[in-house]
């Protein structure tokens, strides 16, 4: 038995769309109780902290309408069924950067929102950058623009919320630790 488990009892789908499914479990909890859980379900992400030769780092800004707002992140996207992680990694730094990698190196997974959701991101570093020739398409309904900055401006960045998502604090921590 895992430490603190709670057993589904009963599983109600609420709703399936494109990107996430939502459902209620009823479950036991491990005291004998009962309670309900909502429930995201994500097929999963990955992540990349892109390296330039000059050790910048790669960020897009994007608008997030949860949000209601612009930030600024490292590439990320979704893994299709069934892709690889390195694979789906790859093909997001082309189609939100222009850039592709010789060196990509997994770093660690990670939940996002444990507390609601099972989404789980893969992180990767891309370094020995080189722009594409044929720059893979956005998505049709993806809009961002290119950044390269120093660790410091990312820093700054952090400090007044232009980054707010937790994957690429994560990854400004990160390059900094290991500048």
Known sequence: MKKFEEKTIDSNPIFK????S????????????QSKREIV????AVAIIAITKDGKMVLVEQYRKPLERSIIE????KLEPGEEPAVTARRELEEETGYGCNELN???TFATSPGFADEVIHLFVAKDLYKIEEKAELDEDEFVELLEV???????MVANE???DAKTAFAVLWMKMNK
């Open 150 to 156: 120093t660790v410091e401006e990312a820093e700054q």
């Open 74 to 77: 490292i590439p990320a996207g």
């Open 162 to 164: 232009q980054i707010y």
């Open 106 to 108: 997994y770093l660690q």
């Open 17 to 20: 769309g494109k990107v996430i």
């Open 22 to 33: 939502l459902k209620v479990d009823d479950v036991t909890l491990p005291n004998g109780n």
């Open 41 to 44: 379900n994500h097929p999963g």
